[in-house]
Each structure stands twice: as structure tokens, then as C-alpha cells.
């Protein structure tokens, strides 16, 4: 037999696949018995995501592309590796993110390098380096991608998880605030989450300062002293705005009277805040003014925000995004003087809440048809119909490496498809082939060179 004859025998492949398949298998069989093979689990806190939940992913990452889209941001990417140096510098040295739950280590080439724990410092570095600065401001910016935290991991909290970032440089009104807030809030409205925007003041250095003495006052009294944990005592030295953000029970309890620094705000800063409220009263979104949020991270001035799920209580420990105003962050970072304000939002909080709340999802992706075979030359045809069907934008599947019509018939009730067709010997030398309706279980004989614009009439006629 020549070589093209073989190849053209089915009878022939199919001997020559089964044996194929065979060996691995069979040696896979003999390492499994004798030898005992490791088997290698994901790190504590990482997740894998799975198919079903990519569904999430697309429903979210195209909200996400939208509405940025909508508002003018446009999307830039970072490296996930930066100098230890910059989330140092910006973060915050006493910041938890820093002090505690950094991914650092020294590289081979002995420097200093981190997994990214947020994606602010990366996204302030690149403005600076590629001369944004030279760019028609405000400079919009969205950032979707992973980051790492090395923190205690539970339900909602993951050492890797993505954020969908935006951020706008060279903006310094109360608009640019409220814009931001409003997107976010309509991020969270528009994909049927309820939230609540919390949202505070935190002034600027100058106002900052005489606050900051009256709230270490208020806690170096000695009952309260007593009281504090031990991280809070020494944040009164190293950072005491830093005491309003511990999430322990007793330093929770302490802050009820503690000075708010809404009271201590100067003339401009309590202006701008006003301003960013009036905005939001103005489009409608649903805010809760709290006097003690500071957020972790040491870069923010005036407006600070988080995104709670409305009617959680343990929402301030589970927040979905957050974020502020950071006007000297790319001045302190070595840029020049350029105001800013952004947000990072959670996707793995927002695919939870999605969960467990039961929202439905769009199914965009429903397939419309099933290619069935039986037989070698009946699945070269189909190959080749799938192409062309394809092409034509069709929603199309098929199960070409299997030969039972039942296991195809199944995969096709599986995916929920409206006609499967039915290709067999017999129809192949008919040129004809099998439209079977898959709710009615109907099947009807059509003519195979037409059944691409009767399927598509078919299609067409069905209620939306
Ligand atoms: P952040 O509050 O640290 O802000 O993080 C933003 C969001 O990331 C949180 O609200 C939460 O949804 C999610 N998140 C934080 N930690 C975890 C975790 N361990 N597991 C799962 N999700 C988590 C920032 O990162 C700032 N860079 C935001 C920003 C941008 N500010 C100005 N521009």
C-alpha cells in the first residue's frame, strides 16, 4: 500500500491513532503505580480561575472597558515587578501594604524588586517617565490587572487578586472627584450591585497637621493609651491618622469620640470637599459621609472614598473599591507639581457579590448550532461547513473528535443549541442533511448546498 493510499484509509488512521494514544497512556499508567509523582497545589491565598468563572470576567471586563471608554480613559499596562523602592516611597514606609504584606525579594542581579501591591505607584512612575506632563491634560488612564498582598487570606481576601484601576493626572477641581466616584458607583449600578459610597476629607498637609496634633492629644490620654493595640501605639508616633484605620475591636470602640477632621479642614480644602458633595447630590448617588475614613495608603489628600455593598455589615471589612485624591504623590515621586485622583476597584470582591446576590448574567456567548457527524466522510464535510458557518459570524459547535451520534446529541443538549445537524452517509451521498429543532425534537431533511440560508432563516424568525 503507498503512503498517500494509507493516509487516505480511515480504517488505516484509526489503527495508527489508537496506537499512538496508546503508549503515553500506557507509560503515564506505569509512572502512577510505581513511582510516587508529586502532586503540586496552587500557593496559599492564589486562585485559579476556572472556566465557569471567566463568564464573571467577561461580563466585567466589558463593563469595565465600556465605561471607561464612555468617560475618556484609555487603557495602559506595567510591568508587575517594580524597584522595592517605589511602593516604599509611595505607599507609605509605616503603610500595612509595605510594612507587612509586600511579595519583595532581591532578584539575581541583586536588586531590590516587589510584586506590584497596588497599581497607583507603577501608573505615577510611568506618567512621570514617559513625559505625560507634555500631554493636553488631564491625562485619563484605566489599568486592569493582578497584584499581590502577602495578607492573612479569608472569603473576599486573596494574596493575588485584580483591580480595575482609573486614573486622571492633571486635574486639581472637585469635578475631577466627583466624576471618578460616579463611575466607580455606576461600575457597581450598572452590573445590579447596590452599593454605598463612604466618603470623607483628609485636607491637604497644612490642615492635616493641626489635626493630627489634636488626635494625638486625644489618644495620649492614659485610659484611651491603654486601650490601644499594640500596632496603634505605635502608629501615634510613626503615623497617628494611620489609628483610625485599625480594624481591631477595641481601637474601633475608641475612635467614637475621637476629633474628626472635617472640623479641622482649612478654607480651600473644606471648599473642594463641599463642592465634590454638591456634584454628587446633584447626579444622585447613594453617599454616606464618614468622619473617620482615612484610607491605608499614605499618598491621599482631600477626598478620600470607599465603595461598600449597601446593607453589609462587615462591609468596611470587605470593601469593593476605594480610592482619593493625591495631588503631591508625582511631585514627592519626582515628577513635576501635577494634581491627581483615582480608584482601584476589586474584581473578585465584584465577581462574589454578582454571586452571591443571584444576578443573572447575559449569555452573549449562546451557541446556536450543533454540526453532528456519522462517519469519516460525513466529518470532512462538516470541517468544512463549520469554517464556512464560522466565517459567516454563525454561533457554531461540534464534537468532531468523537463518533457516537448519542455523545454528540448530548454535548449539543448541553450547550442548549436551538438546531443540531445531522450529517450521516446516507444524507452525504443525498446531498442533504438533518435540521433538527432541539426544543420540538423535529427533524427535517434539507438540501445540503442550502442549509446554510435555511439555517440562517431559521435564526432569524426565532423571538429575541
Ligand atoms: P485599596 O483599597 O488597597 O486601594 O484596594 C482597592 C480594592 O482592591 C479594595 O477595595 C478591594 O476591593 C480590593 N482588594 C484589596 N485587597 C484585597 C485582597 N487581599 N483580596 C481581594 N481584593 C482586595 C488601592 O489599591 C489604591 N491603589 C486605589 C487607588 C487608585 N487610589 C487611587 N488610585
Known sequence: MELSDKFADSDYINNMNKKIIKKPAAKEDFQRKNKKVKVYSRLRGMRDTLFDEYRYWEVINKKATELAAAYGYK?????????????????????????????????????????????TPGLVRAYIEHGMFNLPQPVKMYWLGPVFRHDKPQAGRFRQFNQYNLEMFGEAGPVGDAQLILIAYNFFKELQIDVQVQINSIGCKDCRKDYLDKLVKYYKDKTRHNKLCLDCKKRLTKNPLRLLDCKEEKCVSLKTDAPQIVDSLCESCRDHFVKVLEYLDETGINYNLDPFLVRGLDYYNRTVFEIWPEGDSEARQSSLGGGGRYDELVEFMGGRPTPACGFGIGIERTILKI??????????????????????????????????????????????????????????????????LILGQKELSDGTILIRDMESGVQEVVDLNKVKGEIEKRLNNQVK
Open 75 to 119: 487603557r495602559i499596562e506595567t510591568p508587575v515587578m517594580e524597584k522595592l523602592e517605589l511602593y516604599e516611597r509611595s505607599s507609605g514606609k509605616t503603610s500595612d501594604i509595605v510594612t507587612k504584606e509586600m511579595y519583595s525579594f532581591v532578584d539575581k542581579s541583586g536588586d531590590k524588586v516587589a510584586l506590584r501591591p497596588e497599581a
Open 355 to 420: 454571586k452571591e446576590k443571584n444576578i443573572p448574567l447575559k449569555q452573549d456567548d449562546q451557541i446556536d448550532i450543533f454540526l453532528a457527524q456519522l462517519g469519516e466522510a460525513p466529518r470532512r464535510k462538516l470541517m468544512v461547513l463549520f469554517e464556512e458557518f464560522r466565517k459567516a459570524g454563525l454561533k457554531v459547535a461540534q464534537l468532531f473528535t468523537k463518533d457516537s451520534l448519542k455523545i454528540q446529541l448530548e454535548e449539543a443538549n448541553r450547550l442548549g443549541v436551538k438546531f443540531s
